[in-house]
């Protein structure tokens, strides 16, 4: 069933949560460009940042057993449902982590400002 007061609640809290943060505290929120420089960029390409998005996809990859297992072992029924949903999610964001550590440590700076990284 359709409501119109839940669309304009979602619509009025999308509005402030991409209006009212850069008003609050305007040095944390900077406009993106398609040319970044040296003074404005922060991008951590560092060691610790690759290697610990790759040890989170692996431990989150770890996590994804057990839940498929469960959902295994109860097939049918909620429980089952609610476990494959889980890591079919756990995967998706595991994969996401692990694609972003594999930019972080391929990445430079210069490659950002090319042409095809626009997006």
């Given amino acids: ?10 619509i009025l809290s999308a509005l402030l949560v991409s209006i009212l943060p850069p008003l609050v505290a305007p040095d944390l929120y900077n406009q993106c460009f398609y040319h970044y420089s040296s003074a404005t960029l922060k991008f951590d390409n560092t060691a ?12 989150m990859g770890f996590g994804i ?10 097939k049918g029924g909620v429980i089952s449902l609610l476990s494959h949903n889980a890591a079919m999610l756990l995967l998706c ?18 490659l950002l400002n090319m042409r095809d990284r626009r997006a």
């Fill in 1 to 10: 069933m359709f409501n119109p007061l839940l669309l304009v609640a979602t």
């Fill in 48 to 59: 610790w940042t690759w290697a610990t998005d790759y040890g989170l996809s692996v431990w």
């Fill in 65 to 74: 057993i057990p839940l498929l297992r469960n959902a295994a072992a109860k």
């Fill in 93 to 110: 964001y595991a994969s996401s982590v692990f694609f972003g550590a594999v930019c972080h440590q391929v990445r430079s700076h210069s």
